[in-house]
């Protein structure tokens, strides 16, 4: 048994990933930020942590006691900022285990795929150059490397979905209001993967963190989606009968959708042993919109 802090815990990743190592029979414990998460999180057999993960002294007790930090928020407010605290604490409280002979805490961070850039049909790895031309991500590339230089382990993940949906709920959102468009255009390649084999993977990573320290990993599913095929396929399963529609990018964020990635998971294959088991995007779509209905 393994015990686990899951900073940002109640999120679309985070809880899935709270979830799947409770479910391994580690001992984990899950930062939030709403009290009315808290039953939420208990309920899962996950220890509720009330704080934020930008105030270390909501948590700082409880990971001096872990043997895992993970980051699962989407930080993108002052984002170096808020990993060097991570960063510093874990510092403090390994300098303490270290004069009295305890193992070092290990830090887990989740990254992005838009750290490599866009628009290129080449299949990318973990040894890709980085490209980084996407705005959105330019500050991620030296976060990375002093995660590295730390021995944390890096998750690199597709776009991820199931549940309520993250990034594809806007799909389903805007075939029910009667005007389905995607960004960019219909030829637009995702690697996407389903948010429960994502958390496979980071129950994977805990589990051969000793071995697998200052790696990083990309986890996706084995084949890319256009934009067109999956649109065609929410279109067809919420019975939308109006022209699918594609806008031109205005925001970074906007932008860095409108790109494609190709990516390989064939390190996280070899080295975790980790596996897609769920469906794509495409092939599963009804079972992805059975259940974001009951969401809404």
């Not at 414990?29 to 208990?42: I, S």
């Not at 429960?196 to 051969?208: Q, T």
């Not at 990018?249 to 294959?269: L, V």
Request: hydrophobic share 40%; glycine share 8%.
């Amino acid at each position: 048994m393994v015990k686990v802090l899951v900073l940002g815990a109640t999120g679309f990743i985070g809880f899935a990933v709270a979830q799947a190592l409770a479910r391994s029979g580690h001992e984990t414990y899950g930062l939030y930020r709403k009290r009315e998460k808290e039953k939420e999180l208990a309920k899962n057999e996950i220890f509720p942590i009330l704080g934020d993960t930008n105030d270390v002294s909501t948590w700082n007790v409880v990971a001096e006691q872990v043997d895992i930090i993970i980051d699962a928020t989407s930080e993108y407010n002052d984002p170096t900022k808020h990993v060097t605290n991570i960063l510093d604490t874990l510092e403090e409280i390994n300098m303490k285990r270290i004069k009295s002979f305890e193992p070092k805490l290990t830090f887990i961070y989740t990254s992005g795929l838009w750290i490599y850039g866009g628009d290129s049909y080449n299949v990318n790895c973990e040894s890709t150059p980085l490209k980084t031309n996407l705005k959105l991500d330019q500050w991620r590339p030296a976060i990375e490397q002093m995660i590295i230089k730390s021995q944390g382990i890096i998750i690199r993940p597709g776009a991820a979905y199931g549940k309520n949906g993250s990034l594809t709920a806007q799909w389903f959102e805007s075939a029910i209001k009667g005007e389905l468009y995607g960004i960019g255009s219909k030829d637009v390649r995702w690697n996407l993967v389903h948010v429960d084999d994502l958390a496979d993977a980071y129950v994977r990573s805990v589990e051969r963190s000793e071995l697998v320290k200052g790696q990083i990993f990309i986890i996706t599913n084995n084949q890319s989606e256009s934009m067109g095929d999956m649109l065609d396929a929410v279109a067809r399963i919420t019975e939308y009968k109006g022209l699918v529609k594609y806008k031109v990018p205005t925001t970074e964020f906007e932008i860095a959708m409108a790109h494609t990635g190709i990516f390989s998971n064939k390190k996280a294959q070899t080295i975790l042993d980790w596996k897609q088991r769920q469906l794509s995007f495409v092939d599963g779509i009804y079972t992805w919109w059975n259940s974001y209905k009951a969401y809404i």
